[in-house]
């Protein structure tokens, strides 16, 4: 089955600076690749995916780039505020050509920390 | 639109029983999935239903198991309770479309006394 490392596992930036949380995956049939983040005692809420037929993605100021050929993606957070501090899930989930990929597979979390 | 409903959301009980949580997910999705969440251990699958059938198992024991009704209503069970038990079930519905965003419900907190 699918597989899903997400590193660091803490990650502390400036306020201003920017924070990149990098994730890699090890089933090539995997096609989408969500981003999440969950603050403290609320939801996990999307915040930007990517699509295998795509190899960057942007939304003001959160990027994701994807390299499906070394089997990676990443988070880019530009110009960090506060409020980007909260735990940050990366996510691999596969198209349902090979039998059981469909489930969305978790990497294990990134807590950032914004300092003002 | 209503999002993901989880009841309840806070849930304490004893070692050896059992529990029953459930989850009515956004109308329409057929895609219902668990997740255990623990600090420190991310977000672990248990299992995904689509049409009232389980599609996806993850690697959890026998004691934990679901089911999925014809309104796309899911329910998890966990029988004999252990201790180890006591964390954030979340569940997320999503389309029958595996590339569309799963939205999560706001969990049930199960303590285990």
């Known amino acids: 089955g699918e597989n899903v490392e997400q590193h660091p596992s803490t990650l502390s930036v400036q306020e201003g600076d920017s924070a990149v949380i990098k994730c890699t995956y090890s089933d090539s049939a995997s096609n989408y690749f969500p981003w999440y983040k969950q603050e403290l005692g609320k939801r996990p809420q999307l915040i930007i995916d990517?699509?295998?037929?795509?190899g960057e993605k942007k939304d003001q100021r959160i990027a994701v780039t994807l390299n499906k050929t070394a089997k990676h993606f990443s988070l880019h957070i530009t110009e960090t505020q506060p409020e980007d501090s909260a735990v940050y899930f990366c996510a691999a989930r596969g198209s349902g050509s090979n039998f059981g990929n469909e489930k969305l597979t978790f990497g294990t979390g990134t807590r950032l920390t914004i300092i003002p | 639109k209503a999002g993901v409903t989880q009841t309840p959301r806070y849930l304490i009980k004893t070692r050896g029983q059992q529990v029953t949580l459930s989850c009515s997910p956004i109308s329409g999705h057929r895609s219902v999935s668990w997740y255990q969440q623990t600090p420190g251990q991310g977000l672990q699958f248990l299992f995904e239903?689509?049409?009232?059938?389980?599609?996806n198992k993850g690697n959890f024991p026998g004691r934990f198991s679901g089911r999925q009704f014809s309104n796309s209503r899911s329910e998890m069970n966990v029988s004999t309770l252990e201790l180890g038990d006591s964390a954030l079930y979340l569940c997320a519905s999503s389309l029958y479309d595996p590339n569309t965003e799963a939205f999560f419900g706001q969990g049930t907190r199960l303590t285990v006394v």
């Open positions: 990517i699509r295998s037929n795509v």
């Open positions: 239903y689509f049409s009232e059938t389980q599609r």
